[in-house]
């Protein structure tokens, strides 16, 4: 590999409660939907990994899960691969959303970010949400919360201060190589992500709270000679009730699920899309390893 003095590069971690605005953040700095967004929380299981690249630099993110009290084993997958993830980094953005108060969520992050010794960024997002004295009340309960690096007010969505933060992150990354091709913009396989588009969809028009009761399982995914994509999936539930859910009224729930997932996909892929799901109920897949290890959760 080349070796450049002057080229910075390394792992910065991104955490955070759920909806502070990480994916929102990535997406706006890698500029291409890797970070599966949502309204609702917990939408991104995996850590997803971005890459910034730029003539003298290249940053790889870590898109964390939220963090939570673990209750199953799917849960304490989570934490494990949230925080294993942050050994081998060399620097932490810690973000919050300026329109909510500290809690026990933020606390706890707080108290995992102690025990490593990196440089930690506490950025405040959302601040084009609220007035400047709610900035300095914000920065004043976190003052003295941690050994803080740097302190960031941004705006993910608008973009406010987000080159400043781009910059001085990139100063304090070590001298390194490009570890990825300037065109690659995740090392997750695609597969991933479609998974992710999928799930997405279902998330946002099934009003359900069931965060994680609703898992994809690409079962293929081949390019054909016209260069068409099929994709046939599964959608593996809980409960049969949640079966009758996705499937919807003679099927009306499913087909808009994949009519939705499909363009997205096509968007992904640049290619015309041909998907094909089933719903599959299989009780208490969030507690068998073997199903969890044949989904990727594997860490
Ligand atoms: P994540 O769970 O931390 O990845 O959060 P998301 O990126 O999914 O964002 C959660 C919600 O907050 C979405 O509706 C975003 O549009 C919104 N959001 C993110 N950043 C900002 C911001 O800077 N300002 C405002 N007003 N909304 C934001
Ligand atoms: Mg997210
Ligand atoms: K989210």
């Known amino acids: 590999m080349d070796f450049d003095p002057n080229f910075h590069s390394g792992f910065v971690a991104i955490v955070g409660r759920p909806n502070v605005g990480k994916s929102t953040f990535l997406n706006r700095i890698i500029g291409q939907k890797i970070a599966i967004m949502s309204d609702k929380a917990q939408t991104t299981r995996n850590k997803i990994q971005g ?46 959303s300026a329109t909510e108060t500290r809690g026990a969520g933020d606390n706890f992050i707080i108290d995992q970010l102690k025990k490593i010794d990196k440089p930690v960024y506490l950025i405040i997002n959302k601040i084009d949400e609220i007035n400047p004295n709610k900035l300095l009340e914000i920065m004043d309960t976190y003052k003295k919360a941690l050994n803080w690096n740097e302190v960031f007010p941004i705006s993910a969505l608008q973009g406010n201060n987000v080159d400043e933060l781009m910059d001085n992150l990139k100063d304090k990354l070590p001298a390194g190589p490009q570890y990825y091709p300037e065109d690659e913009v995740t090392d997750h396989p695609e ?6 588009l999928i799930r997405e969809k279902i998330l946002s028009l099934t009003r359900q709270e069931i965060p994680y009761s609703v898992a994809i399982d690409i079962l293929s ?41 499909r363009q997205d996909i096509e968007d992904l892929l640049g290619s015309k899309v041909y998907l094909k799901l089933w719903v599959k109920v299989q009780t208490g897949w969030r507690d068998n390893p073997s199903i969890l290890k044949s989904l990727g959760y594997n860490k």
Do not use: C, W
Request: aromatic letters at 6%; hydrophobic letters at 40%.
């Open 191 to 196: 597969r991933f992500i479609v998974a992710e």
């Open 51 to 96: 890459v910034y690249t730029d003539d003298d630099s290249q940053i790889i993110f870590l898109d964390t899960p939220g963090i939570h009290k673990p209750s199953n084993q799917l849960d304490d997958f989570m934490d494990k691969s949230a925080f294993s993830a942050l050994k081998d980094i060399d620097a932490v953005l810690f973000m919050i």
């Open 221 to 261: 995914m081949k390019t054909k000679d016209n260069g068409n994509v099929d994709i046939q999936a599964d959608i593996l539930v809980d409960r049969p009730g949640q079966k009758g859910i996705l499937i919807g009224k003679q099927g009306s729930m499913l087909k808009k699920i994949g009519t939705l997932a």
